[in-house]
């Protein structure tokens, strides 16, 4: 097994195992990357990141499976101590933080932490960060970016902020409310063709055609909603 080089507080070494470990994590050692995920969970507000990170590198590369456990969760809430819901938030922010603000997640090394921990943002300010990217329009995104990357504002001052942008948003926007009112009627529609087929099925009050053909127009609904969600 041949040392490389150290980076980010790991020991990066040539491992041979079956298909590698994927993207950055293709010389890392597993059993190093096992004893970083405990050692960071200890002192999770100063190595959030780091514990995202090698949390991220163990699922990627299914790591969990070499040491005994069939799935992740297993893993997480035997292990680590976290729910797997928990991890993968962890996963998600730190994902968003290095595309927003690559220069915190560059140099993942324990020494960088210390040295750095109280100009990094903290788990909590990146996830409201992130409900602002999802939530608000560019300019007053860059302007909740500002106050919690440059300026360290409070972060429940920040959410103070969020919440009345929001608000703002949704008066100044007609067509949020009109989306509001569609919805409302699309749900009720739904329920009334619910209610047919279910009438159609135990009451018999019209023919088993009609049933096809009430569910098949269901699903399209449906469908249509989900698609405009992600849209």
Do not use: C
């Not at 041979?16 to 960071?40: C, F, H, I, M």
């Not at 919440?163 to 009627?185: F, H």
């Amino acid at each position: 097994m041949e040392i490389v080089k150290e980076e980010g507080g790991f020991l990066l070494q040539k491992v041979s195992q079956p298909g590698g470990l994927n993207n950055d994590a293709g010389t890392w050692q597993p059993e190093e990357v096992r004893e970083k995920v405990l050692r960071y969970t200890r002192d999770f507000k100063l190595s959030w990141r780091n514990l995202a990170h090698t949390l991220q590198i163990v699922h990627q590369n299914k790591l969990y499976k070499q040491w005994g456990y069939s799935k992740f969760e297993e893993y997480t809430n035997t292990e680590v101590n976290v729910s797997r819901h928990t991890a993968v938030k962890l996963i998600q922010t730190y994902d968003f933080l290095k595309k927003e603000a690559p220069k915190y997640v560059l140099g993942n090394a324990e020494e960088d932490d210390r040295q750095n921990d109280t100009k990094a943002p903290s788990f909590e300010s990146v996830l409201t960060l992130k409900k602002a990217h999802d939530k608000l329009d560019d300019e007053n995104y860059q302007t909740i970016k500002n106050d919690i990357l440059n300026e360290s504002k409070d972060v429940g001052a920040v959410k103070k902020d969020i919440t009345q942008l929001i608000k703002q948003r949704k008066i100044n926007d007609p067509a949020d409310e009109k989306q509001k009112q569609d919805d409302r009627i699309i749900g009720r529609t739904l329920f009334l063709l619910k209610g047919l087929k279910r009438d159609i099925e135990v009451l018999n009050v019209l023919p088993e055609t009609f049933k096809e053909d009430i569910s098949k127009l269901i699903m399209k609904i449906e469908d249509y909603m989900d698609s405009s969600k992600d849209e």
